[in-house]
């Protein structure tokens, strides 16, 4: 069964830093293109960041661009959102997404970003 599940949000100053993960189960993460979104309070969602499958390149949304950084562990099978510099308007939930069929997106994690 394809699963994702997000951990490590939280709350964390401006400037601060957080890293999410995404543990996958029932497909191998390095075979399929993934991403990140998130939503904001009363927005829709919002695409962060793409890495491909081959050679893992990635692209990036312009507001996160220089401040966030995509990955995998293939030996963990897991997809991280390394955050920093955060700012208030990163203030979302944040869901990680297998991009083929079976398509599924996690149930979240909040990331809060408030003095």
């Known amino acids: 069964q394809v699963q994702l599940v997000e951990s490590g949000g939280g709350l964390v100053q401006p400037g601060g830093s957080l890293r999410l993960s995404c543990a996958a189960s029932g497909f191998t993460v390095s075979n399929y293109p993934m991403r990140w979104v998130r939503q904001a309070p009363g927005k829709g969602l919002e695409w962060v960041s793409i890495i491909t499958t081959d050679g893992g390149s990635t692209t990036y949304a312009d507001s996160v661009k220089g401040r966030f950084t995509i990955s995998r562990d293939n030996a963990k099978n897991t997809l991280y959102l390394q955050m920093n510099s955060l700012k208030p308007d990163d203030t979302a939930v944040y869901y990680c997404?297998?991009?083929?069929?079976?398509?599924?997106r996690g149930q979240g994690t909040q990331v809060t970003v408030s003095s």
């Open positions: 997404e297998k991009l083929l069929p079976p398509t599924r």
